[in-house]
């Protein structure tokens, strides 16, 4: 009786909680060593890029296998993030050594993960930990006209998809037996291979992008 009384907010086996709200995505950049078919690699040497911040519209469902572990897919609105380009050595070419906005690229994470929720079906927060997967691709890669993108990408530009591990943690606070707010931090240690084709010839190499995705949405149980 006491347990009826209380009500079962929490997430309990069987259910089913669609959610919406933003995402925050925070990628920290490194370049690795670059080749260049043209001659160019030792003018590349420590080239850095830097990726832009954005905010997109994030989805996800969750189903619960049972009153403490579920499963969650999510996906967002593909933002388009910019890329700042800096190639010091370039200069004797005679090429800017700076290319703020060097390209543009939208990003897919569609994105899977076990949860281990912690507390009972009648607490209002749950905390949780979780670890899954994500596929991460990019598309639509554009270069701008400035002189350095132009020479080192100016006829194709692309980057490796790959499936990448994702650390998760969070909360969800439930207002009453339907809705729900659902917080969360997520970390993915994303490594692609960039391969750029200019005037200057085919260039590549590995590019990291050490994303933290901070995530808040609005949850229905159905």
Do not use: C
């Not at 994500?134 to 998809?161: E, W, Y």
């Amino acid at each position: 009786a006491l347990v009826a009384a209380s009500g079962a907010f929490a997430q309990k086996a069987g259910d089913n909680i669609g959610s919406i709200g933003l995402a925050y995505i925070s990628p920290q950049t490194d370049v690795g060593p670059l080749t260049n078919t043209g001659g160019l690699t030792s003018f590349l040497s420590g080239a850095s890029a830097k990726v832009s911040s954005e905010t997109t519209v994030s989805f996800g469902l969750l189903h619960m296998f049972t009153d403490n572990v579920g499963a969650e897919f999510t996906i967002g609105v593909p933002p388009t993030m910019t890329q700042d380009l800096s190639a010091p050595n370039v200069g004797g070419l005679g090429l800017a050594t700076n290319s703020p906005a060097a390209a543009k690229m939208d990003i897919w994470t569609p994105t899977v993960v076990g949860k281990y929720f912690f507390g009972t079906a009648q607490d209002k927060w749950r905390p949780y930990a979780g670890l899954g997967v994500s596929r991460v691709s990019f598309h639509n890669v554009k270069i701008s006209s400035d002189p350095t993108p132009q020479a080192l990408a100016g006829t194709s530009a692309s980057f490796s998809s790959s499936w990448v591990p994702v650390y998760n943690a969070g909360v969800i606070y439930n207002i009453d037996d339907k809705w729900s707010i659902n917080g969360s931090v997520s970390y993915l240690p994303v490594t692609t291979t960039a391969t750029f084709v200019g005037s200057h010839g085919t260039t590549s190499g590995d590019v990291k992008l050490n994303t933290t995705d901070y995530v808040i949405r609005l949850g229905y149980k159905f």
